[in-house]
Each structure stands twice: as C-alpha cells, then as structure tokens.
C-alpha cells in the first residue's frame, strides 16, 4: 500500500513544504508549518457552472453593475457605491472591533430588499438574538444559521435560496473534504474557494469576517486576500467609540474610500462629518492644540493635534506619540532643535491625536511642529486656524496632494485661516471666508502664528 504522504504548510503565508520546518522561507515567521494533507480537490467543485467562452473585448457589455444599496450610506461609500452581486467582500479588524454587529446592522437593512441569511459559526443564534435585540432589529427576512460545515451551509443555502450571505467568520468553518482543522490555511482556501464559485454562479452577494493577527494581516493569510474581490479593514482605537472601515482592495470601486461609524449602547451610528465630531472637544483657548487637515482615502478630516512638552525629571527625557509614528516626530522634534532654533533638550514631550484616529502621512507635519511649538511657548494657536504641509530635513515645506479638499473642509466648518505650503498656492479656488498664507520655511508658519 502506498504511504499517505503528508505535507506542511505554513499557517502565515499558505508555502507548502514535504518536510517540517521551523521557520518559513518564505515569510520568515517561527512555527508557522503545520503538518496537513494533501487535498485533492474535485474539479467540478471549482468550475464555474456555465463554460465560459471566447468573447470579443468590444462585444463585452461594460455596463455599471447594478448596485444594490446596504441602507447604510457609510458602508456603500467604502464599498464604491452598494454591493455589486456575486462579490465576496472580506471584513477583516481585531476582535470586538464591531464586525458582527456592522454586519448585523447591515443585513438588518438588506434583508428589506430580499431574503438574507446570516451564519454565525463563533456564536449560537440566541447570542445573536441578544444582540439584535439591544441593536433593534426586528426583520422578518432575516434568517440565521449557526453552522460550521461548509457543506450543511450550501445545502441550507440552496433550500432557502437567500439574496445576502454572510459567514462569521471565515475561520470557524470547515469542508469534511479535508482533514486539517478549522482556521488552518487549507480549509480557509478550500471554503472561500467554493464559496466564491458560488458566490460568481448564483450572483449571491457574500460578506466574509475575518481574523486579524497580532501583526495586523488577516489571518489564514494573504491567498485570501487574493482570493475576494473586496477587503475592508475595520479599525479603530477600543477605548474611542470611532470606528473607521478602509477598502484595503475593491475590484469594484475605489480603495481611497472610508466610512466612519460611532460605537454607541445601540449598536453603530454613522457619522457623516467625522470633522466635526473629532473638533466637538476641542478646548480652544489651551496651548498645544493644533488643527490639522488631514486626508483619509478622499476624504478630507480635521483633527486636532495636542501636544504636551514639560521639563523632565529624569535624565532621558521621554517621548511618546499616540496616533502618529514615533520616528516622524523624532525627526521634526530634530527639525525644531536646529532649523528653527528651539531647545526641547530636557524636555518630556508627548503629541497626541485627539478622538483615537491614526494619521500616517505627512501633511500633519507642519501642525504637529505648531503644536509642539505653542506647548513649549505657552501660547494659544488662533482656534480658527488650520495647516497642513509636510517638512523636508533642512525645514522647508513641501507641497502635498489635494491641498483644495482640505482647505474647502476646513472653509466649511468655520476656519478662517489656513497656513499650507506655499507650493500648494498655485491653481487652487478657495471660498472668500478662508485666507490662504503660503509658507516655505517652517519657521515662518511658528512668526505667522505667534507673531
Ligand atoms: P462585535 O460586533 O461582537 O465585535 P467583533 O465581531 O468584531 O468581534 O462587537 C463587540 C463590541 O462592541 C463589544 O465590546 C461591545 C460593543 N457593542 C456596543 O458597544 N454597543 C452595541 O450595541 C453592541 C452590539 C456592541
Ligand atoms: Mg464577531
């Protein structure tokens, strides 16, 4: 009798291996290989059920596919306008993020146009009724299936023929087709595998929850990745109720959208101006507060910066940044030091971004500087004024992307000046109610503020 032979496949980035391994050649990570085996996968579970054939470029209907609508115009936004049927969209985020109850919500709505089937295979469906209770939903068409084999799903599904799935999560369900254990990179490529041929012959709408590793990447790894036509991350800081979902890939829209949601007792609200609901706390008369327009996707955010720099009574002083990268205010603390000629040697020096949003790029350079300037001076920032601009390492300011969108946002809640790079100047219509100062040193912007 031949001997079954087993392989190993790594549990990070789904590289097959005939003999174990201790780290992974290919992504580097430590006890990843994991001993499974072999899959022989039937071809007709993988075909699409109609043949496809040659078809002329010019003949390809390019029609906008109908969206349908999810009832909640933040989570349309993200997906490029509604879901475009027969996609699979994987919802990625840490645990207790929100995804269930996103999803919840979302298929509250959904299941008013059509028959929607939610199968919850981390929880039992009265779990599922609590929480709907608290969210209330109360919807006739909404079903609910707790069920882990992948086969009694697609049964289920073709018995009550529903217009909306949704798995949560990915990880839980298994195929009897393979022996490894739920969650392991052969049954989590194996289920999407033939959820999305379902998902492509049925036209059937399928949202995915994913896990997130402690590194940040969906968990059960990048093929599934691949694998979707849509990866949204939810994210956002637990202690903060703000909640933003980023499009990651969309093979049907835009990856620069986001949609912005408020954890509240009821479940998520949406925010439509997530600007005014960031500067909603803002003290206005404290020194080391700075008004930042910043951009998400395409989406402009004003957000406000607070810094803190007070003498230290150690030795090294410390530095901490909370919602920007440690590095990137190293360095503009060392732009402060020599280029603008102010000492924070000796200094403790902590820079915050109010309402627990994450900015990682690099127009918030200039108002992290004024921040940190105006807390170390002990002066107050005009409140009525905004910047943005990114600082090169002899202090010059550069231009950056976009400069009309934010200036038009900050405009539009009340901001009367706005200090942005000087090359930013050119080209750009701003209404009557803002002034625009071009700068191209940042010392200027500290004269123009504390003049
Ligand atoms: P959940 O959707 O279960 O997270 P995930 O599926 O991403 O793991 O959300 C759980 C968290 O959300 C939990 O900490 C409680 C909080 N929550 C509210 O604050 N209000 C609510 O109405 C609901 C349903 C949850
Ligand atoms: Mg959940």
Same mark, same amino acid.
């Given at each position: 009798m031949a001997r079954q032979k087993t392989i190993y496949s790594c549990q990070q980035c789904g590289l097959q291996s005939p003999k174990w391994m201790g780290r992974c050649p290919d992504c580097q990570q430590w006890n990843t290989l994991v001993e499974e085996q072999p899959v022989a996968v039937s071809d007709h579970s993988r075909a699409l059920p109609q043949p496809g054939k040659p078809e002329k470029l010019t003949e390809v209907s390019s029609r906008e596919e109908d969206r349908l609508s999810c009832g909640m115009a933040e989570l349309n936004r993200t997906l490029g306008g509604g879901v475009v049927p027969g996609s699979l969209i994987l919802v990625g985020g840490d645990p207790g993020i929100g995804k269930s109850t996103l999803l919840l919500q979302a298929f509250a709505k959904l299941a008013e146009s059509g028959t929607a089937l939610y199968v919850p295979a981390e929880e039992s469906t009265r779990q599922v009724k609590l929480r709907a209770d608290r969210l209330g939903i109360n919807t006739n068409h909404l079903y609910l299936l707790a069920e882990t084999s992948l086969e009694q799903i697609k049964q289920r599904i073709k018995e009550l023929n529903p217009a909306f799935l949704v798995i949560d999560s990915i990880q839980t369900i298994f195929s009897s087709g393979l022996d490894s254990a739920p969650g392991s990179v052969s049954q989590v490529r194996e289920c999407t595998g033939q959820l999305m041929v379902q998902a492509k012959g049925d036209g059937l709408p399928t949202f995915l929850v994913g896990h997130v590793t402690k590194d940040g990447a969906i968990a059960g790894p990048r093929v599934l990745e691949h694998m979707v036509d849509t990866v949204l991350y939810f994210e956002g800081d637990p202690g903060h109720p703000y909640r933003i979902l980023r499009a990651v890939k969309n093979r049907f829209g835009s990856t620069n959208e986001i949609g912005v949601f408020q954890m509240q007792e009821q479940g998520l609200r949406e925010v439509s101006n997530p600007s005014e609901l960031f500067l &909603? #706390?803002?003290? #206005?008369?404290? &020194?080391g507060s700075a008004v930042v327009a910043s951009l998400e996707g395409s989406r402009p955010l004003l957000v406000e910066l607070q810094a803190l720099v007070s003498s230290s009574s150690f030795g090294t002083p410390q530095r901490t940044a909370i919602g920007i990268d440690h590095k990137r205010i190293a360095l503009l603390i060392a732009i402060l030091e020599k280029k603008i000629e102010l000492s924070l040697a000796g200094q403790d020096i902590f820079l915050n971004v109010a309402g627990g949003v994450r900015l990682d790029e690099p127009a918030i350079d200039l108002a992290a500087i004024a921040a940190l300037a105006s807390s170390h001076l002990n002066r107050v920032i005009n409140p009525q004024l905004v910047l943005f601009g990114e600082i090169g390492l002899t202090g010059e300011v550069r231009a950056i992307s976009q400069p009309e969108l934010r200036v038009k946002e900050a405009a539009r809640l009340g901001f009367t000046q706005c200090i942005l790079p000087n090359g930013n100047l050119k080209n750009i219509e701003v209404p009557d109610t803002i002034k625009p100062v071009g700068i191209k040193h940042a010392s200027e912007a500290l004269d123009i503020i504390f003049e």
């Open positions: &909603a #706390e803002r003290p #206005e008369k404290s &020194a």
